[in-house]
């Protein structure tokens, strides 16, 4: 690097001023490429945390319901910031509706799910409504958290936790069309039909399994046995309710 030095006269003698004839280049700006790995990653974070805190606050408020939530109970078992929450959601009502309205689009897959299954094999009216009510169970079993908050929902006595029928029967309904299939009825009797299996298949699929061993009489028995005895007493169930004959 070269330089150049320049006598300044000043009042006690002369100074020397260098001056480097080549300058630094300016800092390179980061890639674009960098950038939007960055804001990629960012937005995933978000994403993450907001299903955490949605994951964490569906289970308090099942178990303790709108008016027994805090924000700050959230915070803690989610291990996310007040902050973070409420940046993400304006309050706890935003937050109890999102929670309502992920639990609504988790049971929606209720009747797509159903019908691929009648649509897999042939079958009789009797095994169609086997199937139906087998893979209802089943469905409640692995959602009780969704069922639960909509449960809660439906018989919430403020406004702002409550539901309306048609969110709470959405899924009811949903049965009630195919089972129209199985046997045609009125449109009334179906809708009974629908909605009497859903809150029966509702009641059991959320036992516990103490509950369960003990309306049996199968204590201390395997957990899978247990849950495959009382699906078939839950199909003979429904069964009877629409006047069929139990499937063997």
């Given at each position: 690097?070269?330089?150049?030095?320049?006598?300044?006269?000043?009042?006690?003698?002369?100074?020397?001023?260098?001056?480097?004839?080549?300058?630094?280049?300016?800092?390179?700006?980061?890639?674009?490429?960098?950038?939007?790995?960055?804001?990629?990653?960012?937005?995933?974070?978000?994403?993450?945390?907001?299903?955490?805190?949605?994951?964490?606050?569906?289970?308090?408020?099942?178990?303790?319901?709108?008016?027994?939530?805090?924000?700050?109970?959230?915070?803690?078992?989610?291990?996310?910031?007040?902050?973070?929450?409420?940046?993400?959601?304006?309050?706890?009502?935003?937050?109890?509706?999102?929670?309502?309205?992920?639990?609504?689009?988790?049971?929606?897959?209720?009747?797509?799910?159903?019908?691929?299954?009648?649509?897999?094999?042939?079958?009789?009216?009797?095994?169609?409504?086997?199937?139906?009510?087998?893979?209802?169970?089943?469905?409640?079993?692995?959602?009780?958290?969704?069922?639960?908050?909509?449960?809660?929902?439906?018989?919430?006595?403020?406004?702002?936790?409550?539901?309306?029928?048609?969110?709470?029967?959405?899924?009811?309904?949903?049965?009630?069309?195919?089972?129209?299939?199985?046997?045609?009825?009125?449109?009334?009797?179906?809708?009974?039909?629908?909605?009497?299996?859903?809150?029966?298949?509702?009641?059991?699929?959320l036992a516990s399994e103490r509950e369960i061993?003990?309306?049996?009489?199968?204590?201390?028995?395997?957990?899978?046995?247990?849950?495959?005895?009382?699906?078939?007493?839950?199909?003979?169930?429904?069964?009877?309710?629409?006047?069929?004959?139990?499937?063997a």
């Amino acid at each position: 690097m070269r330089s150049n030095a320049t006598h300044c006269p000043t009042g006690l003698g002369s100074r020397v001023v260098t001056t480097n004839s080549s300058t630094s280049p300016p800092p390179s700006a980061p890639p674009r490429s960098s950038k939007r790995s960055q804001s990629a990653s960012a937005i995933a974070q978000s994403s993450e945390v907001r299903a955490r805190v949605l994951a964490t606050a569906r289970e308090l408020f099942v178990t303790q319901g709108l008016n027994g939530t805090s924000v700050d109970a959230i915070a803690k078992a989610s291990n996310v910031k007040i902050g973070t929450i409420l940046g993400l959601f304006s309050n706890k009502r935003e937050l109890y509706q999102a929670c309502l309205l992920v639990a609504s689009e988790e049971l929606a897959t209720f009747r797509s799910g159903l019908e691929s299954v009648l649509t897999a094999k042939e079958c009789s009216p009797t095994e169609m409504l086997a199937e139906t009510v087998r893979f209802s169970f089943r469905f409640a079993r692995e959602h009780q958290l969704a069922i639960r908050l909509v449960q809660r929902s439906a018989i919430a006595v403020s406004d702002e936790e409550r539901l309306t029928n048609e969110q709470v029967y959405a899924a009811a309904d949903g049965l009630s069309e195919l089972l129209g299939r199985i046997q045609p009825q009125s449109p009334q009797a179906l809708r009974f039909a629908g909605r009497s299996i859903s809150t029966l298949v509702a009641r059991y699929a959320l036992a516990s399994e103490r509950e369960i061993e003990a309306l049996l009489g199968l204590e201390g028995r395997d957990s899978a046995e247990t849950n495959a005895a009382l699906e078939r007493y839950v199909v003979e169930a429904a069964a009877r309710l629409l006047g069929f004959r139990p499937a063997a």
